[in-house]
């Protein structure tokens, strides 16, 4: 029995004013998977998660979700086919509240029941973001403005998780925490699609990696197989 | 004290209506940094449409609050139509363009929506029908009618309506944080393209009120009657910060008690007796109890740009508003 993937990218290509990005990328995420995209900065990674969300239109390619063609897709529409994403420097709603960012993130549900309990697990998984539930998320420090960040996501209930750098300047205590929530919503069934410039990490937290040098993916395998791997190991690992 | 009374009741009255106006203004700028100029020329619109319904039911035999209540409900959804249809036809094929595009194109709406009305409506003054019987109140020496704190309240229920929809409703949450961030609302679900035009929706039915409100109380609806009182609420806007919609409020209001002070004491202010000695003759005249002043009330219409000015020069981000530009 073969599995078709939850998400296939196949000869995907874009371009900012013809200038290439992403030059031709084939990959896939099975579901149930964590599979991480990692890269030097600049390298497009951010480029294709814009690609895959509908924010930047590409040249060339496809991307199927669940066997769906969503290639230039409207962004708002993926939300409802189970997509959320993290966005890069984590893109919480300054002048709103905690609370009405975590609403932000159930804006496509209408199920009010079912929303609070979800914000319930949100606000157990982040007991920080409980006590401060009523003040404006610019206020929060980056640790905090990423587990917000993670927690909206959740309220969508995705099936498919994509995180654009989540460790991105945190100090490493908190990175860890950002992780094991990373895994324990992994383990709760939900396939992720891991961005990071942090290989180490990423490689740990991952079942499988692709690495993604100026817009070419160069290597793909197995995530412990490249952590053991010399090449990965000089230009990622920092050996 | 009884001019300062009296002023005062004036202008919280023009200031509650630049509030509601500015509040076009300033939601349109907080979601897609747009000054739509062609607003004022909205509530002109709405002013017309009230006036041609009101006239043509005046004679009606229905009661006159009624009459004005079919002239402003008739006002409400054609501003919505030509706000929509300002934002889709004019502003959305420019969503991406330099900003000089859409800030040229929204005078240029302005200057076509003028002139639509001039050939609807002629270019005279229309006598707004004085259907509703003007009744003068006295407050400690200063006298207030009925109409003006119709207007007042009616500002004040608007205002405090658009506070509940902004903070309250999802729609209104979803419009704060596409304003704040609209790719990331995009990931939300939030169709961006749906809330701009609601956005520009809601700000002409505001418009629609305020224009019946300025016939009603100016008693005359005109073709460029927009454009001045545009520039104010959009003077207002700024004053109070402009994207901010509690800063609209406290702009608009504060615009119009200044303007209304202004204008009650900017002969005493220049009144030139006080200077007998600066030209020849001005000593024996002012002795002779004349009133010379350098400017009379007629330069009312100078305060709101001496407000901008001022705003511009010393908090250019406006009372209640945050720096712009430090969000990336
Ligand atoms: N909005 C943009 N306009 C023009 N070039 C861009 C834009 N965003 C990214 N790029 C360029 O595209 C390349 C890939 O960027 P990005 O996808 O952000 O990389 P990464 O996320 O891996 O750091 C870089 O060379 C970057 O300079
Ligand atoms: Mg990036």
């Known amino acids: 029995m073969t599995k078709s993937p939850m998400l296939r990218v196949a000869g995907l290509a874009v371009a900012y004013g013809g200038i290439r ?45 669940n066997g769906r063609d969503i290639t230039g897709a ?8 189970g997509l959320a994403m993290v966005p890069e420097g984590r893109g919480v709603f300054p002048q709103l509240t905690v609370s009405e960012n975590v609403a932000m993130g159930a804006y496509i549900r209408d199920d009010k029941a079912e929303i609070a309990r979800d914000v319930e697990r949100v606000f157990s998984l982040f007991p920080r973001l409980r006590e401060r539930a009523q003040q404006s998320a610019g206020t929060l420090s980056g640790g905090e403005q990423q587990m917000l960040a993670i ?29 094991a929530v990373i895994e324990s919503i992994a383990r709760d069934g ?41 090449k990965v190991r000089a230009a990622y690992l920092g050996e | 004290m009884e001019t300062f009374l009296q002023q005062l009741f004036n202008g919280l009255t023009l ?85 000089l595009a859409p800030l040229i194109t929204a005078i240029g709406m302005s200057i076509v929506l003028q002139h639509v009305a001039m050939m609807v409506w002629s270019r005279n003054n229309l006598a707004f029908p004085q259907i ?10 200063a006298s207030v009618t009925n109409i003006q704190i119709v207007i007042v309240i009616l500002c004040l229920v608007l205002m405090g309506g658009l506070l509940w929809l902004v903070h309250r409703t999802r729609l209104g949450i979803s419009m704060r944080a596409t304003a704040q961030n609209p790719r990331v609302a995009g990931l939300m679900g939030v169709n961006i393209n749906r809330e701009i035009a ?11 009120v305020a224009g019946v409100m300025v016939g009603s109380y100016y008693g005359i609806a005109h073709y460029q009657m927009g454009a001045l009182l545009g520039l104010k609420a959009f003077c207002a806007a700024v004053l109070g910060g402009i994207g901010n919609v509690p800063g609209a409020m406290v702009g608009g209001l504060l615009l119009g008690v200044i303007e209304a002070l202004g204008a009650g004491y900017i002969g005493d ?60």
């Open chain 1, 21 to 65: 990005a992403i030059k031709g990328i084939d990959f896939e995420i099975y579901g149930g998977e964590t599979v991480t995209l990692i890269g030097a900065n600049g390298a497009g990674k951010t480029t294709t998660l814009r690609a895959i969300t509908g924010l930047v239109p590409p040249v060339a390619g496809s991307i199927h979700l």
């Open chain 1, 74 to 81: 409207t962004s708002f529409s993926l939300v409802r086919q």
């Open chain 1, 151 to 179: 927690g909206r996501a959740l309220m969508s209930r995705p099936k498919l998780l994509l995180l654009d750098e989540p460790s991105m300047g945190l100090a490493p205590v908190i990175v860890q925490k950002v992780f």
């Open chain 1, 190 to 230: 939900v396939t992720i699609l891991l961005v990071e410039q942090n290989a180490n990490l990423a490689l740990r937290t991952s079942d499988r990696a692709y690495v993604l040098e100026s817009g070419l993916i160069t290597i793909a395998g197995k995530s412990a197989d490249l952590l053991s791997d010399p």
């Open chain 2, 15 to 99: 200031g509650a209506v630049y509030a509601v106006v500015a509040l076009g203004y300033t939601m349109v700028y907080g979601i897609i940094q747009l000054i739509n100029f062609a607003h004022g020329e909205v509530v002109m619109i709405g002013a017309m449409v009230a006036f041609t319904i009101i006239t043509l039911l005046a004679n009606s035999g229905l009661p006159p609050v009624a009459i004005v209540l079919i002239g402003t409900s008739c006002a409400i959804p054609v501003c919505m139509i030509v706000g929509y249809a300002l934002e889709r036809i004019a502003y959305r094929p420019l969503r991406n363009a330099p900003r």
């Open chain 2, 132 to 141: 509703i019987k003007t009744e003068t109140y006295d407050i400690a020496g």
């Open chain 2, 198 to 208: 609601i956005t520009f929706a809601i700000g002409a039915a505001l418009g629609a």
């Open chain 2, 269 to 328: 202010l220049t009144d030139l007796c006080a200077v007998p000695w600066l030209f020849a003759g001005l000593a024996a005249r002012c002795a002779a109890g004349e009133h010379i002043s350098l400017f009379g009330s007629n330069y009312q219409d100078v305060f709101a740009f001496l407000v901008l000015i001022a705003v511009l020069v010393l908090r250019p981000s406006g009372l209640l508003g945050e720096r712009v530009g430090d969000r990336a």
